[in-house]
């Protein structure tokens, strides 16, 4: 079981010692991401995350930087739709360093006119990058599909227009409101006196306060028909991003559809591999993603393709998802995917930094952890007909949404007749 405490401010800790590591991974997980945004000040999570390596009231960036990395640690942060996270894996006797880095980086940013003005540069060039990777622009364009005018729908690095627009006033308000003890989780995992670091974590943070919890915009998705997105672009192969309404975060059939993943694009064993690349070669990289949020999810197809056969290879996918509808999956190859879908869990969770983020993650979006053997006996549960259904529930021609970047200027005529399921 984890260690876990709520401090009186209303702050989450939870932990896991691992005494026979040498490393610690610590991470702060604030409730607030893309979703949270309201158009006019899109980024403005990411803007912030940036922000904040950028200087603290005890330690200037390049401290920052050099006293993790001088004793052979490793900093980082991410922004997603639900979620912003700072975290150090580092040895494990430099924890006090960690905790004291990270926690005044996320109280006490100093927000410096000059970096806010110097990585505003940096994010725009970001954003440009990233549209001139098909491989990932295609899933920008795919989520516009799936949620069309709303938070979720857009970009989380923001556009152009919105991060030139937001100033430090903004950025300031915008971490007074969000960042306070209620929306927040610390999460810790391997070799640490447990007693010890709750009191320095209590000493770091008692002195935030906050009555307030983050909403988020509900996700709406009233789709009645298939939608394609062509975006064309003198490629030497087509990016193709296929994509269905999902389930949120803590569905009775989330591990159902977690093995309706594996089945169908997790692994080289799997369906979409084999059919798609292996048999037919229409492909080098084809795969499939389980996105989950709180209140509505997504599965996700990805595929690069060769120019000339994406009718083809489209029609290959569109017909493994109709089969996996209909017909129950081989008792051997359910089989083999739980026990590939409990490997992997199991040695994520070998690693300090995986088990942060896994009880951090859960901590942070559902109030709750689970251990590894909660797992097991949940996904010992999960039947075949379990993962028919979470397809009949998600394959539905009213609930497909196909994306793509290719440089074939015919390609949406040809593909309008070919977005249906059986």
């Not at 739709?81 to 100093?110: F, G, Q």
């Not at 296929?242 to 989330?254: A, E, Q, V």
């Not at 997790?266 to 798609?276: C, D, G, I, K, P």
């Not at 070998?350 to 053997?373: F, P, R, V």
Request: charged residues 25%.
């Amino acid at each position: 079981m984890y260690e876990k405490v709520i401090l009186r401010n209303g702050l989450r800790i939870v932990a896991n010692p691992m005494p026979k590591m040498q490393s610690i991974a610590l991470g702060i997980w604030i409730n607030v991401g893309g979703r949270y945004e309201s158009p006019e000040f899109k980024g403005i999570s990411h803007y912030l995350e940036h922000l904040l390596f950028k200087g603290s009231k005890k330690y200037s960036c390049r401290k920052i930087k050099e006293s993790i990395e001088g004793v052979g640690g490793a900093l980082n942060g991410f922004t997603s739709e639900e979620l912003t996270c700072y975290l150090v894996k580092i040895p494990a006797r430099h924890l006090k360093l960690a905790l004291d880095i990270l926690s005044d980086m996320v109280i006490n940013p100093l927000l410096a006119q000059e970096e806010i003005d110097k990585e505003r540069t940096v994010i725009l060039e970001e954003i440009k990058m990233y549209r001139d990777l098909p491989q990932s622009y295609v899933y920008e364009l795919l989520d516009e599909l799936l949620w069309p005018n709303q938070p979720l729908g857009m970009s989380i690095a923001g556009t152009a227009e919105s991060v030139g627009r937001i100033n430090r006033k903004d950025l300031l308000l915008y971490q007074q409101h969000y960042y306070t003890p209620l929306n927040m989780v610390v999460s810790v995992c391997g070799k640490f006196d447990y007693r010890d670091f709750r009191k320095k974590a209590e000493r770091a943070f008692l002195g935030l306060d906050g009555k307030t919890r983050n909403i988020f915009v509900g996700a709406k998705e009233e789709q009645s028909h298939p939608k394609l997105k062509v975006f064309i672009k003198d490629t030497e192969q087509t990016h193709l991003a296929l994509g269905f309404h999902g389930f949120m975060r803590n569905h009775p059939l989330k591990h159902a559809l977690g093995i309706l993943h594996i089945i169908l694009g997790a692994n080289m064993s799997s369906r979409l591999f084999n059919e798609v690349r292996e048999k037919r070669g229409l492909a080098y990289e084809i795969g499939t993603q389980a996105k989950r949020f709180q209140d509505t999810g997504a599965f996700l197809v990805h595929a690069g393709i060769d120019n000339c056969k994406t009718s083809d290879a489209v029609a290959v996918i569109l017909k493994e998802l109709a089969n996996v509808k209909h017909k129950l999956v081989s008792a051997d190859e359910f089989r083999r995917a739980k026990e590939f879908y409990l490997g992997q869990l199991m040695l994520s969770l070998e690693d300090t930094l995986e088990h942060m983020l896994w009880i951090g993650e859960s901590a942070a979006t559902l109030n709750k952890t689970y251990t590894q053997q909660e797992i097991i006996k949940e996904v010992s549960r999960v039947r075949r007909e379990d993962v028919r259904e979470s397809a009949r529930r998600i394959f539905k021609e009213s609930n497909l949404n196909l994306a793509l970047i290719s440089p074939a200027k015919d390609i949406e005529e040809k593909l309008c007749s070919q977005l249906e399921l059986k």
